[in-house]
């Protein structure tokens, strides 16, 4: 059963950073592209960056190019999100999610497998 292991929410003031992982465990991650994806109070699920599988080519939401990086090391069997210079409107749940098939969109209904999620607070 593939399972997740999302850490490094909490509280930041604006302009801060956080780094938040994915450690996986019963599974390869190697084997599946890989996708952070937040959700805020009253508001849709979206995509915040994607790496797929084999190539590691990355996508981001407009909102947070330049100030974000997913990156993955498959020898820990994590996925990070370094997140900088955050903004309040970054306040939500942040949720890693895999899936099989290749390549790095991030649509969450194209993501079978979640994790439970981790908090993040944007706020002084």
């Known amino acids: 059963q593939l399972q997740f292991v999302e850490s490094g929410g909490g509280l930041v003031q604006p302009g801060g950073s956080l780094r938040l992982s994915c450690a996986a465990s019963?599974?390869?991650?190697?084997?599946?592209?890989i996708g952070w994806f937040r959700q805020a109070p009253g508001k849709e699920r979206e995509g915040v960056s994607c790496i797929s599988k084999s190539s590691g080519s990355t996508n981001y939401a407009d909102s947070v190019k330049g100030r974000f990086t997913i990156s993955r090391d498959n020898a820990k069997n994590t996925v990070y999100l370094q997140m900088n210079s955050l903004k309040p409107e970054g306040t939500a749940v942040y949720y890693c999610a895999a899936r099989t098939s290749s390549g790095q969109l991030c649509i969450p209904h194209q993501y079978p497998y979640w994790g439970q999620g981790t908090q993040v607070t944007v706020s002084s």
């Open positions: 019963g599974f390869t991650l190697d084997y599946y592209a």
